[in-house]
């Protein structure tokens, strides 16, 4: 009876381990999709080459069923594919396709975007720079929507410091992305002042990075201040926050600056 059992739970096992395994490579192959999406290959193009990445060598009729594009699009996507070198043609009956390595393929089509944008920033980098010239003192203070374009303008900020980044208000640091830039701003010398409400592991981690930390309960906008000429302000954590403000106006800075100063001083 024991062994029945046992065997019975094995096979239970066995078919709960393939479902995963199929689950798994499953989310793998969608991932897979998203990203050749990014060089500008189609849904259908993308599935199909995804296929032939995992399957090998495939004949027309196993391309369509494992990439399930429709019966009347196989040769179309493949003629496409095939021009743009991410699969190569075996003649023969029935023909046979394969995929270009893509080790290779991904590696030129970075490379071709690389240049494109190269030339691009070559050409208007320099308006950008003369333009920005005529702000204004109204025009120094932007918007940014959307949790990631505030983290990344967060990340922007503390990596483009040469001298101090003052960081006010912010409690946990939610992103490995600014923990990693904290850390490669103090590898080159940056001075890193942190002014808030900390629990133990966060204050741990900002002092493990090198930065001095000091405690104070602070329930406004928090912000992070670098060489005393742009800030992030948000009202909540800004590598967690989904509306922020950057500014460079020189009076704010300076309002910003002084007090971070002041209650730096009065919280020793």
């Known amino acids: 009876m024991n062994i029945k059992m046992n065997i019975k739970s094995i096979n239970i096992n066995t078919k709960t381990l393939k479902c995963i395994v199929e689950t798994l490579v499953y989310k793998m192959i969608e991932k897979w ?30 391309i369509r069923r494992s990439a399930g594009i429709p019966y009347s699009r196989e040769y179309d996507i493949l003629e496409s594919l095939e021009k743009r070198g991410f699969v190569k043609m075996r003649p023969g009956r029935p023909m046979v396709y394969s995929a270009v390595d893509p080790r290779k393929v991904l590696k030129r089509e970075c490379e071709i975007r690389i240049n494109v944008v190269e030339n691009l920033l070559a050409e208007i980098g320099p308006m950008y720079d003369k333009s920005m010239k005529k702000e204004s003192p109204e025009e120094s203070f932007w918007t940014i929507k959307g949790k990631r374009n505030v983290r990344d303008k967060l990340v922007e ?112």
Request: proline letters at 3%; aromatic letters at 8%; hydrophobic letters at 40%.
């Open 157 to 268: 900020i503390i990596n483009g410091s040469k001298e101090e980044i003052l960081i006010l208000g912010v409690r946990p640091i939610s992103s490995g992305e600014v923990e990693k830039a904290l850390r490669t701003s103090v590898g080159r010398g940056v001075t890193v002042r942190c002014l808030g409400e900390f629990d133990s592991r966060c204050k741990s981690l900002l002092e493990d990075i090198g930065a001095e930390v000091r405690i104070f309960e602070y329930d406004h906008s928090k912000y992070v201040l670098a060489d005393g000429k742009e800030a992030l302000v948000a009202a909540d954590d800004p590598a967690n926050s989904h509306f922020a403000i950057h500014t460079t106006s020189p009076g704010c800075i300076g309002i910003y600056q002084s007090y971070f100063d002041h209650i730096w001083e009065e919280v020793l």
């Open 33 to 62: 999709i998203d990203v050749l999406k990014l060089f500008d290959l189609g849904e259908y193009e993308s599935r199909t080459y995804a296929a032939l990445v995992m399957n090998g060598p495939s004949t027309v009729k196993e």
